[in-house]
């Protein structure tokens, strides 16, 4: 554009007379045969016949670096690219690339970039692209600004024309609305044929990569394109050539090329000479005027782009204050946007992850690829709440949502993901608490109600012990009266096994004493006084009673369990009663071992992992172990009064109840259960630091 704004017509006279200077190659008619378009100059154009222009000289110039022998035909555009459609030339000296033509034409790699602009009359209305929507457009035939308008402007009405030059014409004549033209050449012709009242308006586009052009598959002669291109940039002939055609001019003064063109049309007429200077001095005019409007239009472009960038700035500050997880998505699942929470969370910076897989930098998010599709497909969001995730062996919750992205030449998806793992932990804590507290009553009362007729069922059989033992002389002495004695009565009993029957009576009550006991325990606000106690000292006395109790060793020897210590130094003490707490450290390593007694291990053994650590104003003690685990299911039920996973008679199901209601109710903490099926259990206690009670 610089090149046939600035200096004009002097500059034309000047190229049209070099290029009279370099005349065409002779070529045999077995050549290669390229074609051009006979009216697109500089780029290449009839000159009295003759083929010249740039695109001219440069595949010349490949030619002669690759040993080619080539003729050039030089006619209307349309004309030219059906030739080579048909087979009727090997290629065209000049041609914009774009997706459509590549589906039957082969590019080389590309030698020049083209814009092109809306050219109009001085008095049109017209004063951008937008305006073209309902208008008559002219373009040339076949070329790509053909192309473009068929699809850009589908209500306006599209006039074509042999040449661009003959799309000028019509536009001074006054016949429809614009033209969309090539830039340079069209500024060229506009200077060099008088159309004075013909303008360009709006910004410059479609930068179209300029190449040579063969029919789809003609490989070999476009590597020796590629490769002769190659060649003479790496020469300096093809800056030469460009220098020759657009740049000779950037190194002259204006006066020289005055004195230069005066020379070559002698013309010494002072009049003309008087003309010509006042024509110099309009058309300098001309330019301080169109350089004001293009620094002007820079300088509002400059302004534009900065209010852009605070723009972006600002959204993207937004989105990287977000407290969700932020992902952008294309239409392939590949990642487009990564905010800082995404970074925090995953590991991994924005900039290793743009243009990657979603289902490779998130691998746990691959089942949401699908629900991506969906939302793009409906238009409508996808929620897929409460995905679980495990993060070094926690699980985590979270709420996934799609958001999808259609319209304005955008299509993708944002992908919201909320943490809501304390919101989870924190209603089954209500649910349990609220559950435990209507349960509690009910115990209570239950355990009152079972207790009195209890006590006489016991009495009552060992009442029955005591009446038919020989050890009683009062016992002998009725059974003679009845005509028999104690010995027989022993006998009859040892046959009907009645005594073991006894036996089965009374141990049967105590074991539903001791529930009931439980079930009190279990329903009632305790009374007993808190101290400070060293958890740590707690932890290990009761994993030392555990290791030597009895019923423990009858089905499993808990000193082969390994034992790993995992404790923070300089603890301070807990809130706590410490034969509770010991109660309930001793119901989970009970039932910590005898899961994992239940398990087969392919390599090593049962295993418990202690961590004890601070937390806040809190105490956190984790026991884990490497047992089968639990289900999800029974994961939400363990803390539930009379549930057990026990075959009848192993177990009570209050074991883990009266445990949390030790924590949370008497104990004002918490204990809360975290299972992989399969793989481990934890369960993790809060108690409060001395002076934190909350008592």
Wanted: glycine share 8%; net charge negative; hydrophobic share 40%.
């Amino acid at each position: 554009m610089k090149l046939y704004t600035r200096f004009g017509l002097l500059q034309t006279n000047l190229i049209l007379c070099i290029l009279f200077l370099f005349p065409a190659f002779a070529v045999a008619a077995d050549h290669i045969i390229v074609e051009g378009d006979f009216d697109y100059p500089p780029y290449e154009y009839l000159d009295n016949g003759i083929p010249s222009g740039f695109n001219i000289d440069i595949i010349r110039a490949v030619a002669e670096a690759q040993g080619m022998q080539i003729s050039i035909t030089l006619r209307a555009w349309s004309d030219v690219v059906e030739d080579l459609e048909r087979g009727k030339c090997d290629m065209l000296s000049g041609m914009f690339s774009s997706l459509e033509r590549s589906e039957y034409i082969d590019f080389s790699m590309p030698y020049n970039v083209i814009s092109h602009t809306v050219f109009v009359r001085d008095d049109s209305s017209i004063t951008s692209m937008e305006d073209l929507s309902d208008k008559e457009i002219i373009v040339q035939r076949g070329d790509i600004m053909h192309e473009y308008a068929l699809t850009t402007f589908p209500d306006a009405k599209i006039i074509t024309v042999t040449s661009q030059g003959d799309a000028l014409k019509l536009l001074s004549s006054g016949l429809h609305d614009a033209a969309l033209l090539g830039k340079l050449q069209n500024l060229f012709r506009v200077e060099k044929q008088g159309f004075d009242n013909i303008i360009t308006v709006g910004p410059d586009f479609v930068f179209g990569k300029y190449c040579f052009a063969v029919l789809k598959g003609n490989s070999e002669l476009l590597s020796q394109l590629n490769e002769g291109l190659s060649l003479i940039k790496k020469s300096g002939k093809y800056d030469e050539i460009y220098h020759q055609w657009f740049g000779v001019y950037e190194r002259k003064s204006l006066y020289q090329e005055f004195i230069r063109n005066a020379a070559l049309i002698l013309v010494p007429l002072v009049f003309f000479f008087v003309f010509f200077v006042f024509w110099i001095w309009l058309l300098r005019h001309k330019v301080r005027k169109k350089t004001h409007e293009l620094t002007a239009e820079l300088l509002e472009r400059h302004r534009t782009e900065q209010e852009l960038t605070i723009v972006q700035n600002y959204l993207a500050n937004v989105i990287n204050s977000m407290p969700s997880i932020l992902i952008g998505v294309d239409a392939d699942c590949n990642v487009t946007q990564w905010n800082h929470e995404a970074e925090r969370v995953m590991g991994v910076k924005q900039s290793d992850v743009l243009g990657l897989s979603l289902d490779i930098v998130a691998p746990h998010l691959a089942c949401e690829m699908e629900h991506v599709r969906e939302a793009l497909r409906t238009g409508q969001r996808q929620v897929d709440p409460k995905l679980r995730r495990y993060d070094d062996n926690r699980v985590r919750y979270e709420d996934v949502t799609i958001y999808p992205l259609v319209g304005g030449g955008v299509e993708g998806a944002v992908i919201r993901i909320d943490d809501i793992t304390d919101r989870m932990n924190l209603e089954q804590m209500i649910m349990q608490s609220e559950k435990m507290m209507s349960i509690g009553g009910l115990a209570a009362g239950m355990a009152h109600e079972i207790n009195n007729p209890l006590a006489v069922i016991v009495g009552h059989a060992q009442n029955i012990q005591r009446r038919i033992s020989p050890e009683l002389s009062k016992n002998e002495v009725t059974a003679a009266r009845c005509g028999t004695s104690i010995e027989s009565i022993q006998m009859y009993m040892d046959e009907r096994g009645v005594k073991r029957m006894l036996d089965g009576i009374i141990v049967s009550g105590n074991r539903a004493a001791k529930i009931v006991v439980n079930m009190l325990s279990f329903s009632r606000k305790s009374d007993k006084v808190l101290g400070e106690h060293n958890i740590i000292e707690v932890l290990d006395r009761t994993l030392e009673l555990a290791s030597s109790d009895y019923d423990l060793k009858k089905e499993y020897d808990f000193k082969q369990i390994e034992v790993i210590r995992e404790y923070e130094p300089d603890l301070p003490p807990v809130c706590c009663e410490g034969n509770e707490i010991q109660q309930v450290f001793l119901n989970l390593f009970r039932n910590g071992a005898e899961a994992m007694n239940e398990k087969s291990y392919a390599a090593g053994g049962p295993r418990f992992i202690l961590r004890v650590r601070r937390s806040g104003e809190m105490v956190r003690i984790e026991i884990e172990d490497n047992g089968p685990g639990m289900s999800e299911e029974v994961r939400n039920r363990v803390f539930e009064p009379f549930y057990t996973t026990k075959e009848v008679g192993q177990g009570t199901g209050l074991g883990l109840s009266v445990s949390y209601f030790i924590i949370t109710d008497h104990h004002n903490g918490s204990l809360e259960v975290d299972s992989m099926a399969g793989q481990w259990t934890r369960f993790v206690i809060k108690l409060p630091i001395a002076g934190h009670c909350g008592f």
